[in-house]
T-cell receptor, first 113, second 114 residues
Framework: AQKVTQAQTEISVVEKEDVTLDCVYETRDTTYYLFWYKQPPSGELVFLIRRNSFDEQNEISGRYSWNFQKSTSSFNFTITASQVVDSAVYFCALSEGAQKLVFGQGTRLTINP | DGGITQSPKYLFRKEGQNVTLSCEQNLNHDAMYWYRQDPGQGLRLIYYSQIVNDFQKGDIAEGYSVSREKKESFPLTVTSAQKNPTAFYLC?????????????FGNGTRLTVT
């Protein structure tokens, strides 16, 4: 069965620090997709990135970067030079086959000024 | 602007009453979904629909019902059979039913049943 584990329930850092959010997944399929979503205080989840299982290239988008390692079944998310606006709950999710995403428990990130 | 509208934002009901949560999208997406979020937990899928007049149960469908009479609308009814209905409910849509299609979410409805 699919499973996504975000072991960090809450993280609190001071603004401008770098922070990494961990995501470990379990799946038996060779074809699958991984996602990260951000949930700000307003409530809606915002799509950040999608990765398929055949693309292990790391990705950078501004201050955000993602490290996908199939060998350790991990898809970690790093925010460089964090800002107060990055405060949110972040979810990692896994999908295989039909569009039934399995979400991790989420990591609440607080960036203090 | 295109998006997903959920209403109301907050909803209060007495135990034993059915309640319907609204979800409307103008993104012309085929697939729509309902998720439930509880504190400290990830999102759990209640129901999803790939096309008008068709829907499938998700992982926690018991005590819920849906309809998909129009492409734009996917209302969720929380029935009195749902044993623990107090939660945050999120509606989402995607362009196609498929593992690689990102979801677009509404702002959610927080339901409190006393």
């Amino acid at each position: 069965a699919q499973k996504v584990t975000q072991a960090q329930t809450e993280i609190s850092v001071v603004e401008k620090e770098d922070v990494t959010l961990d995501c470990v997944y379990e799946t038996r399929d060779t074809t699958y997709y991984l996602f990260w979503y951000k949930q700000p205080p307003s409530g809606e989840l915002v799509f950040l990135i999608r990765r398929n299982s055949f693309d292990e290239q790391n990705e950078i988008s501004g201050r955000y970067s993602w490290n996908f390692q199939k060998s350790t079944s991990s898809f970690n998310f790093t925010i460089t030079a964090s800002q107060v606006v990055d405060s949110a709950v972040y979810f990692c999710a896994l999908s295989e086959g039909a569009q039934k995403l399995v979400f991790g428990q989420g990591t609440r990130l607080t960036i203090n000024p | 602007d295109g998006g997903i509208t959920q209403s109301p934002k907050y909803l209060f009901r007495k135990e034993g009453q059915n309640v319907t949560l609204s979800c409307e999208q103008n993104l012309n997406h085929d697939a729509m979904y309902w998720y439930r979020q509880d504190p400290g937990q990830g999102l759990r899928l209640i129901y999803y629909s790939q096309i008008v007049n068709d829907f499938q149960k998700g992982d926690i469908a018991e005590g819920y019902s849906v309809s998909r009479e129009k492409k734009e609308s996917f209302p969720l009814t929380v029935t009195s059979a749902q044993k623990n209905p107090t939660a945050f409910y999120l509606c989402a849509s995607s362009m196609i039913q498929g593992a690689n299609s990102p979801l677009h979410f509404g702002n959610g409805t927080r339901l409190t049943v006393t």
